[in-house]
């Protein structure tokens, strides 16, 4: 540790002073004591420190307050807070208010020396990589206030929520959050809770001992274990099970976890991130997310705007990810013509971000020369207009009924076709625009997971592949 370091230790209690005295000493800090709100304040009001520990409860009033005076008037001071064991309310709270992370009382020698450690990094990386955030491109109002928030939560070790459609760039927003922060040299993890099956949970996320089921041939490491030391991101947390939920709160609360099979628990450092498109608080109300894990999670909620709410950042972002794709194609990116430009920003994009890098790099196949069209772009037409497959006569428009008097098709005996048979063969095609508008938004919606848009469809996954493969859809 660099010796001109410095630490305010806040504490009316003589001996825990004395603890962090000794502790932080060691490794290689100056440390200045006080012992209630009034001495803290003017300790801070005359020396520059590069952390601060204070008690919850102090003679003169709460240690909230200072977390909040620090967090306000020297917003580059990491402030952890000592709170009761088992408090998980007052943690949560000094979270909110802007602290770096919390310690339990008996103060765990080892978990403080981690965290000491994180927040003395946390300020190398500030001054080394103040930049980071420039990968979320954009300068919409919705933009600029989503990076701004992002440098303050990177500060943070509190758990933080991420909400947006799907699309929006939920995970990219995550590692932003870590890459900035003091884990940022730990480990990312990322994990889908809608694609682990309900009876591996336990195994994939505390890992699992040799024999403590049929399978297990050998000990495995959990996602936690992975994730120690960084963060542990939980993308589509609102599809965890409720028997799992209860699971992780322990050991989010706990920060240990016990291996299937195993008798003891093991500690682990993780920073929970999490993400889902869905609203937590309306599944709460239906019963079906538990309200203290939500509690636990959301100490801190992002919204990631969907790429209607980023109004003049189409351009920039067209530009950016053609620019990407044509180097990994070893050519020279093309431009936008004004008719594709007008095209993208008349487009709705239901699937966001990700859309709209699919639209491009399809565009940049099928365009001829250096220039993209409207044409190249092949957007989907708006909904109830989607133009007829080849060959297939045009459906009928939303709420009209089929004409009882249409002329016969193509190369057909007027004499011998009624309109009774030209409009029975425009039903079956008809119908199967409906089927395929509905699969196609059910697969954007459930980010292309087939067994969970069979689900959301309300048919069999079987029943989904046979449409698929039946509607030509890929």
Do not use: W
Request: some cysteine; hydrophobic content about 40%.
């Amino acid at each position: 540790m660099n010796e001109a370091r410095s630490a305010l230790i806040v504490d009316d209690e003589h001996d825990i002073r004395e603890l962090l005295v000794l502790t932080l000493g060691r490794m290689g800090l100056r440390t200045d004591t006080a012992p209630n709100l009034h001495a803290a304040r003017q300790m801070l009001g005359t020396v520059s420190y590069d952390l601060c520990l204070t008690d919850m409860r102090l003679p003169d009033g709460s240690g909230l307050e200072l977390v909040s005076e620090i967090s306000t008037r020297f917003p580059t001071t990491p402030v952890a807070v000592i709170t009761a064991y088992g408090n998980v309310e007052a943690a949560v709270e000094a979270l909110k208010a802007g602290a770096f992370d919390f310690v339990s009382k008996p103060v765990d020698i080892n978990v403080l020396r981690g965290l000491v450690r994180q927040a003395l990094d946390l300020n190398t990386r500030r001054l080394a990589q103040p930049e980071e955030a420039g990968r979320l491109l954009g300068a919409s109002p919705a933009m600029v206030s989503l990076r701004q928030t992002i440098g303050k939560v990177a500060r943070s070790q509190a758990p933080v929520h991420i909400n947006g459609e799907s699309g929006t760039g939920k995970e990219l927003v995550a590692r932003t959050i870590h890459a900035q922060g003091s884990r940022a040299g730990g480990p990312f993890i990322p994990v889908n809770c809608g694609a682990i099956p309900s009876e591996l949970m336990e195994s994939e996320f505390f890992g699992h001992k040799k024999g403590s089921f049929t399978g297990a041939t050998s000990d495995k490491a959990g996602l936690f274990q992975a994730a120690d030391g960084g963060t542990l991101f939980l993308d589509e947390v609102a599809e965890l099970p409720l028997p799992m939920q209860v699971k992780l709160l322990r050991a989010i609360q706990e920060k240990s976890v016990r291996a299937v099979g195993s008798q003891n628990e093991v500690q682990v450092d993780v920073r929970i991130l999490s993400a889902t498109h869905k609203d937590l608080a309306q599944l709460v109300a239906d019963g079906t997310f538990r309200h203290d894990l939500f509690y636990r999670i959301n100490v801190i909620g992002l919204h990631v705007p969907s790429l209607r709410e980023r109004a003049g950042d189409l351009p920039l972002l067209s530009d950016a990810i053609l620019d990407r794709l044509a180097r990994a194609m070893k050519r020279q990116p093309p431009t936008l013509a004004g008719d594709a430009v007008a095209a993208l920003e008349a487009y709705r994009f239901p699937g966001n971000v990700r859309e709209l890098e699919n639209i491009l790099e399809r565009a940049l196949a099928l365009a001829d020369g250096h220039t993209i069209h409207a044409d190249d772009l092949q957007l989907p037409a708006p909904a109830g207009m989607q133009p007829p497959r080849p060959g297939a006569q045009a459906p009928a428009p939303a709420g009209h009924t089929l004409p009882t008097g249409a002329p016969p098709p193509p190369g057909a005996d007027p004499r011998t076709t009624s309109p009774f048979d030209t409009a029975s063969s425009a039903l079956p095609s008809y119908i199967e625009e409906i089927e395929r508008t509905a699969i196609q938004q059910a697969l954007q919606e459930n980010r292309y997971n087939k067994t969970k848009t069979a689900a959301a469809l309300g048919i069999t996954f079987r029943a989904l592949r046979y449409k698929l493969k039946k509607l030509g859809i890929d």
